[in-house]
């Protein structure tokens, strides 16, 4: 192990650790939380996985880590079918976070009338060849400009259609198709694109069967607060806007909230709508 390899000494001792070339992006925190928590700059083990679900979790938390530093110091064989991982019917959490998003998660959607890449990971064999026996990628759903990563490969790969929002269009000249104005737009049956402008000029959710939200860096659950939540440190264009845009939301029926940077949790819709309208009445009052 190399000295930039190290453990980061606040590690809880024992066989897993997260070393020193930890970005602090919070993609292991998401997966494993309570297991890995942040401290001094970056992701560290609080504990040492105590069960099985626990030790499943830490492997997630290695696959999704962008900068491979979830580790262990045991040689144990890594178990399968850890990626994509199934958060509801037919909603995939595909883990392999890449570098170039700084660590957002991306989501894969199968529907008999075409699946969905929503953001992107990093380009893996592994996806690959899961989302072709899953029937290949009709659409990639961009939620904004910073979460693209190898959305042109996959594309490519499964000449896909690539949708962004006309504000952050630049940032993706392979795009398709691009999402103009603020009012929803129904791109297909089951899925809604909201724009929601404020992390970016150009962010956009989008809504599947009225019941799961892709957030993207507009919403995310924080299992440190137990609620859901909105970065203003990381709004990049309008935190007004941003308000705005989390008010509108709470217009809207779902259940679980998908987040590209942040926690992802499911809730009754009511607890959302009760959450957004705090949000967005405490930040205006800022």
């Avoid at 069960?51 to 979830?70: H, K, M, Y």
């Avoid at 400009?145 to 490519?156: C, E, P, S």
């Amino acid at each position: 192990m190399t000295d930039s390899r190290k453990p980061h000494r606040a590690n809880a001792s024992g066989d897993w650790f997260v070393d020193t070339e930890c970005i602090d992006c919070g993609a292991s925190c998401n997966v494993a939380p309570g297991l890995i928590v942040r401290s001094g700059g970056q992701s560290v083990f609080a504990r040492q996985p105590a069960t099985p679900e626990e030790e499943t979790a830490a492997w997630r938390a290695a696959l999704v880590c962008p900068t491979a530093s979830v580790r262990r110091r045991s040689k144990r064989k890594r178990p399968g079918g850890l990626y994509p991982h199934e958060l509801g019917a037919g909603v995939y959490r595909c883990g392999y976070n890449s570098r170039d998003s700084f660590g957002a998660h991306s989501y894969f959607v199968v529907r008999d009338s075409g699946n969905f890449l929503i953001d992107s990971p990093r380009y893996t064999r592994t996806l690959v060849d899961f989302f072709e026996e899953a029937g290949g990628i009709t659409d990639v759903l961009l939620t904004h400009r910073d979460d693209i990563a190898a959305a042109d490969r996959y594309a490519a790969k499964f000449s896909a259609r690539v949708w962004i929002h006309e504000h952050d269009a630049e940032a993706a000249p392979f795009a398709t198709d691009l999402l103009r104005g603020t009012e929803p737009i129904e791109l297909y049956s089951a899925i809604l694109a909201i724009p929601t402008p404020g992390h970016t000029r150009g962010s956009v959710c989008y809504l599947l069967d009225s019941e799961y939200l892709f957030t993207g860096d507009s919403l995310a659950w924080s299992f440190e607060r137990n609620r859901l939540h909105a970065h203003r440190d990381y709004c990049w264009y309008s935190w007004a806007a941003q308000t705005r845009s989390l008010a509108r939301l709470a217009t809207f029926d779902f259940a679980y909230v998908l987040a590209g940077h942040g926690g992802s949790q499911r809730l009754d819709v009511a607890t959302i709508k009760a959450q957004l309208r705090a949000i967005a009445r405490k930040r205006r009052k800022r």
